[in-house]
């Protein structure tokens, strides 16, 4: 059964910092793995997905990478700001795509 | 965006009453899902569908449950709602092109 974990559960950084948010699944036979913001009361608004057959996706600021023997991916944020602040989830698709595993989420926050 | 709106977007209902949540998408997806985000518990899938009238149970299904008679328009019903199914309820289509998630902005119900 695939499991999904995200540590740490919590991080704090000052503003400027570049930061790395862990993601580990224990089965590596994903179809695709995706990183989601969410900001409190809000729902989840789709930041990166990565195919099985990639290894990382960038966007502006943002960088993932996927490592499926490792069973891992990260989410790498460049010159953290204030309005970063939010939780992060991943999410992955075992192979198929019809069902999916969320992690408990990162809550990030970027103090000014 | 996927163009999805859920409704309501806040319910305050009494245990024992029928509640109906809609999700609209207007994009023709063919995938719907239907999950609860609880505290401790994070994202767990409800229901989902596959195209109009073919629908399955996902992990937390006991007490729900969905119809999809257009494809643009998928219903959660809590049949007898408990204080146990106060959450807040998110909608998602899947793209069928990268299998990629694309979230609602919620329903946050609570049961007196």
């Known amino acids: 059964k695939q499991e999904v974990t995200q540590i740490p559960a919590a991080l704090s950084v000052p503003e400027g910092e570049n930061l790395v948010l862990n993601c580990s699944f224990t089965d590596s036979a994903i179809y695709n793995l995706q990183w989601f913001r969410q900001d409190p009361g809000k729902g989840l608004t789709s930041l990166l997905l990565i195919q099985s057959s990639q290894r990382e996706q960038t966007s502006g600021r943002l960088n993932a990478s996927l490592d499926k023997s490792s069973g891992r991916s990260t989410l790498y944020i460049a010159a953290s700001q204030p309005g970063d602040s939010a939780t992060y989830l991943c999410a992955v698709d075992n192979t198929g795509g019809f069902k999916t595993i969320f992690g408990a989420g990162t809550r990030l926050f970027v103090k000014a | 965006d996927a163009g999805i709106t859920q409704s309501p977007r806040h319910k305050v209902t009494e245990t024992g009453t029928p509640v109906t949540l809609r999700c609209h998408q207007t994009?023709?997806?063919?995938?719907m899902y239907w999950y609860r985000q609880d505290p401790g518990h994070g994202l767990r899938l409800i229901h989902y569908?596959?195209?109009?009238?073919?629908?399955d149970k996902g992990e937390v299904s006991d007490g729900y449950s969905v119809s999809r008679s257009k494809t643009e328009d998928f219903l959660l019903t809590l049949e007898s709602a408990t204080s146990s199914q106060t959450s807040v309820y998110f909608c998602?289509?899947?793209?069928?092109?990268?299998?990629?998630?694309?979230f609602g902005s919620g329903t946050r119900l609570t049961v007196v």
């Open positions: 994009e023709n997806h063919r995938y």
């Open positions: 998602a289509i899947k793209e069928t092109t990268n299998y990629g998630y694309t």
């Open positions: 569908s596959y195209g109009v009238k073919d629908t």
